[in-house]
């Protein structure tokens, strides 16, 4: 069974960058496709990017499409959400997830969610 810890969160302004990072534990991580989401407050857990098993295929939330940058390096069992150009709204727990499933967006798709790393981009 594969556990997830994300990592990286913190407080930044408006425009700043931040990199998160979720490291997994189990051999079959490699096997599966992984997420970002994240949950504000009063809100419903949202999708924000997913990676390939491989690494060769990602896909993003509109919100987030050439802001934000996954990747995934296998040998290390690690993937990264790199943030650039962060927003207030960008504000939330940010969770971690894989999927058995290709290019998927849907929360009820992934599992294995890790304890999450909260994000606050001040204005």
């Known amino acids: 069974q594969v556990q997830l810890v994300e990592s990286g969160g913190g407080l930044v302004q408006a425009g700043g960058s931040l990199r998160l990072s979720c490291a997994a534990s189990?051999?079959?991580?490699?096997?599966?496709?992984t997420g970002w989401f994240r949950q504000a407050p009063g809100k419903e857990r949202e999708f924000v990017a997913a990676v390939s098993w491989s690494g060769g295929s990602t896909y993003y939330a509109d919100s987030v499409k050439g802001r934000f940058t996954i990747s995934r390096d296998n040998a290390k069992r690690t993937m990264y959400l790199q943030m650039n150009s962060l927003k207030p709204e960008d504000t939330a727990v940010y969770y971690c997830a894989i999927s058995g499933s290709a290019y998927t967006k849907r929360t009820g798709d992934f599992g294995s969610w890790g304890q999450g790393t909260q994000v606050t981009v001040s204005s």
């Open positions: 189990g051999r079959t991580f490699n096997l599966y496709t």
